[in-house]
């Protein structure tokens, strides 16, 4: 690649775009809706361009169906949409996790509940990501703060999708979405890994849920020498439904701990500012940026000051928060909704560090003003 074509001045959600196609994504299908509609339009070109297909979809209920199909089929599949749209998507989210089936789902965050501020940026999906679906278990959630970051972690999540062979939700927000920066185009990097593990046994001997060591099972593609069966039922390691309780308990652990005892090649973040800080910034996405121009500015006035910006959200990286907090006197957590990270990081450091939540839920973006009247109304005297 010329060099002159690597480096481009892009959109938030046209990176997210290139990033999967730096993965060799060939699959897209998704029903357009603000703010991630630029995803989905750009798709409708690029793809079959490279020989890959775009579907557009009735609604996200077939988008999410379609994909855990094209996937099985041996595709890279994802789709985007926003937070009505990841709603309705749910169902079909919790087969593809029973199934273990990998897949990406793009979330370009707006402001709700239902149709809400449809053109305004919000963060409040952080939950949903990880519980939006019913039942046990586990979630890879990445997050995105820049629109580099947007092209990075979208490639990253296919390559997690198929390591773990589990649907990878990666978030953006309006801000990020249609903000435009300059990105740098590595494909060749972002290609790496995005592959599944194949079968090596014969295939009458395939089981398509046995796990290897690490707890991910192959996954051979329908149309392959490989015939096997997919249902979002309890099964055995053959595909086969199984009621018996003991298998439900083992199924299920496995689910969960295939990611857990695998976190740390999963986590991601960035440590700004003060190394060790006293007073400890942590948060993500666009909120992340105005946590850097603060920290910026308090250093430079010789500030104890830190933020801990995290680009994994699920698995939580408890430990990671725990040691950027250890020898924080206050920790303050900057998000775009009610303090949804907030508990999640009260729970990984010692009851006698308070946390705070510098917040905004109004559809407006989270300002370095915001963050420093919480940080000034902490009572640190120092700010």
Not at 211 to 232: C, I, K, M, N
């Amino acid at each position: 690649m010329r060099e002159e074509s690597r480096v481009q001045f892009m959109q938030g959600n046209a990176a997210l775009l290139e990033g999967a196609l730096a993965a060799g994504a060939d699959f897209f299908a998704g029903y357009p809706i603000t703010p991630s509609s630029e995803i989905a339009e750009l798709a409708s070109r690029r793809l079959p361009a490279r020989g890959g297909i775009y579907l557009q979809m009735e609604d996200e209920l077939a988008s999410m169906a379609a994909v855990i199909g094209a996937s099985l089929a041996g595709r890279l599949a994802f789709t985007a949409t926003s937070g009505p749209g990841f709603s309705l998507m749910q169902e079909n989210l919790g087969l593809a996790i029973m199934a273990e089936v990998p897949c990406v789902v793009i979330n370009v965050q707006r402001s709700g509940p239902s149709t809400g501020l449809a053109t305004r940026p919000a963060q409040a999906d952080v939950m949903q990501a990880r519980w939006g679906t019913h039942g046990d278990h586990s979630a890879i959630v990445l997050c995105a703060s820049t629109v580099q970051a947007c092209y990075r972690l979208a490639a990253r999540a296919f390559q997690l999708a198929e390591r773990f062979r589990h649907p990878v939700v990666l978030l953006a927000d309006e801000v990020v979405g249609h903000m435009r920066e300059r990105v740098v185009l590595d494909r060749e990097e972002q290609a790496r890994g995005a592959r599944r593990r194949m079968p090596n046994c014969a295939p009458d001997q395939y089981r398509p849920y046995q796990p290897e060591a690490d707890g991910v099972p192959p996954l051979a593609y329908f149309g392959s020498q490989y015939v096997f069966r997919v249902t979002g039922s309890m099964h055995d390691e053959r595909g086969f439904p199984c009621a018996d309780p003991e298998n439900a308990a083992r199924v299920i652990e496995r689910l969960s701990r295939k990611i857990q005892d695998n976190a740390p090649e999963i986590w991601s973040w960035s440590l700004w500012g003060t190394p060790e800080p006293e007073i400890l910034l942590v948060s993500f996405g666009a909120a992340a940026r105005a946590c850097r121009a603060v920290v910026e500015e308090y250093t430079q006035k010789g500030h104890s000051l830190g933020l801990l910006e995290l680009e994994t959200l699920w698995p939580f990286p408890a430990p990671i928060v725990r040691q950027a907090a250890a020898r924080a006197r206050l920790v303050v957590v900057a998000e775009m909704n009610l303090g949804q990270m907030r508990g999640e990081v009260r729970k990984a450091i010692p009851d006698r560090i308070p946390v705070l939540g510098a917040n905004r839920f109004d559809g407006e973006p989270l300002t370095p003003g915001d963050v420093r009247r919480c940080l000034q109304e902490s009572g640190e005297k120092s700010c």
